[in-house]
């Protein structure tokens, strides 16, 4: 499988050249060269696989010319095997037609486990072959630094140091991160701000010898291989509900646009998909897209689901692409517009494509605290608040009834992560599940480190030290 940029500019690259290279030269996204497509029998042929076997055929077209398929399958199995539920991602039925897809059983109980501890996996096989290693560097607020941490605990060929905003995380996301005592990862809590964090993060690889030096490298969300991760449990849970035979829709409480993205990746390969519904909070720029083609910017403002406190969707550039009939030149023009003037000008024809697939909703925090609520008292369920937005988004759409299509709305977070939202809709703290209880007396290791740019990179050298040694 070949890859080009949405720009059209960077060179054409194998999986294993995207999966290493993250953004392409020329600003843009990578995408298949070809949509890789499945006829429903081969579809059905994929009925009752386990979840790690059926997540493997469903990626094999991807990773074709780099990775065997038997070695692909060894890294899904493995990726999985860790995770607290036996179905990986287990359907749930919530009412006649509506279901939930529960992608938060992995390490750190958030959906990017589900293509994060692939992803990891990946990048040392690719890396054995080419018998190189890399350091990845990162800044979080809290929860993707601990995905990326359970992701490159222990690989081979991968080093690891995540910055925080010391002082300012959560005790369970600090924790989540500082008790991974693996000797390739690297836990530094600087003295500032999240901004802070991401400001000596973009130093680093601009400091082009210490960046070839370390082989930096990043795991960020614009990187194809998570979007190939995530296609597969869309396909098992539409599968489960009678596709091919069957038409189901999708409800994905979304940020950066990477999760629903993957559900339109499965529809384009032929899984028969109605619809996609996109759920917003507050920050609701692709809700107004979706409704009246205005993206334009506004300044994001904190709310119940902070994974989807976001105004620009990096990934929704892929989508933009195909909506522009794949002219880099114009996906090009068109995102530098929208960098320079906060308003992207779709045309008509593509915005009217886009609408006849994608339905957006949002959501504010009463509203979202209201859903959590009503769900516990309708069928005692606990959905947290990135999940409620979803699953109010997908009530809003069978609403409108289209009989018939069931919907899948995705669980992105276990409430347990988001405890003071949960109490403040139900009045209940739920626990942490078994494998984590003993989070708080585990030992922890980080180094603080003042906002120094020389002083950090100091402490990434010795990390990659520690394990190359
Ligand atoms: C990252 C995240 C999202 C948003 O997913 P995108 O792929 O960025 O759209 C939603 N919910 C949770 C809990 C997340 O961690």
């Keep these: ?16 050249g995207v999966l290493l290279a993250g953004l392409a030269e020329d600003g843009g996204l990578y995408v298949p060269e070809t949509w890789p497509s499945l006829a429903p029998a081969e579809w059905r042929a994929l009925r009752g696989l386990p979840y790690a076997d059926l997540a493997a055929r469903v990626m094999a077209p991807f990773t074709e010319g780099s990775l065997a398929p038997e070695a692909l399958q060894g890294i899904c199995r493995e990726a ?17 037609d509506l279901f939930l897809c529960e992608l938060f059983h992995g390490p750190t109980l958030a959906f990017k486990d589900m293509a994060m ?25 809290g929860d993707t630094g601990s995905a990326a941490i359970e992701a490159c605990r222990d690989r081979a060929r991968v080093d690891i140091v995540i910055l925080h905003p010391e002082g300012r995380t959560s005790e369970v996301q600090r924790r989540q991160m ?19 964090c991401q400001d000596l993060v973009k130093a680093m690889f601009a400091d082009v010898p210490f960046r070839a030096e370390m082989g930096l490298s990043a795991v960020n969300s614009i990187n194809w291989a998570r979007i190939a991760a995530q296609i597969p449990y869309y396909v098992a849970s539409a599968l489960a509900l009678g596709a091919p035979d ?139 608040p990135h999940s409620a937005v979803g699953i109010a988004a997908a009530r809003a759409w ?49 180094r603080s480190v003042p906002r120094d740019l020389a002083a950090v990179e100091q402490l990434v050298r010795a990390t990659a030290r520690r394990n190359a040694g």
């Design 246 to 384: 069957r038409e189901v829709a999708f409800a994905v409480p979304t940020g950066n646009f990477g999760n629903v993205l993957a559900a339109w990746a499965a529809r384009r390969m032929g899984l028969p998909v109605r619809a996609l519904i996109v759920g917003s909070n507050r920050n609701d720029i692709l809700a107004r897209f979706l409704a009246a083609n205005d993206m334009s910017v506004r300044a994001v403002a904190p709310s119940l689901s902070p994974s989807m406190d976001i105004q620009v969707s990096s990934n929704f550039e892929r989508l933009l692409f195909e909506l522009l009939g794949r002219d880099g030149a114009l996906t090009d023009a068109t995102m530098k517009g929208f960098r320079a003037g906060g308003r992207m000008e779709v045309p008509a024809a593509a915005w009217r494509e886009a609408t006849a697939l994608f339905s957006g909703f949002s959501l504010d925090d009463d509203g979202t605290l209201a859903e959590i609520r009503r769900l516990h008292d309708a069928c005692g369920y606990l959905a947290d």
């Design 1 to 16: 499988m070949r890859y080009v940029s949405t720009r059209g500019l960077a060179p054409v690259r194998d999986f294993a």
């Design 398 to 446: 069978l609403g409108r009834a289209r009989e018939g299509v069931p919907v899948v709305a995705m669980a992105t977070a276990h409430p347990a992560k988001f405890p003071d939202a949960i109490a403040a809709a139900v009045g209940l703290r739920p626990a942490l599940p078994a494998r984590l209880a003993d989070l708080y007396e585990r030992p922890e290791r980080y």
């Design 80 to 96: 999985y095997a860790g995770f607290g539920h036996p179905a990986v991602a287990p359907l749930v039925q919530l009412e006649h």
């Design 117 to 141: 501890q692939v992803l990891g996996r990946l990048f040392d096989a690719v890396l054995t072959a080419q018998d190189r290693r890399v350091t990845i560097v990162g800044a979080t607020s």
């Design 178 to 196: 500082t008790t991974v005592l693996s000797p390739n990862v690297g836990n530094l809590a600087v003295a500032g701000t999240f901004d802070d």
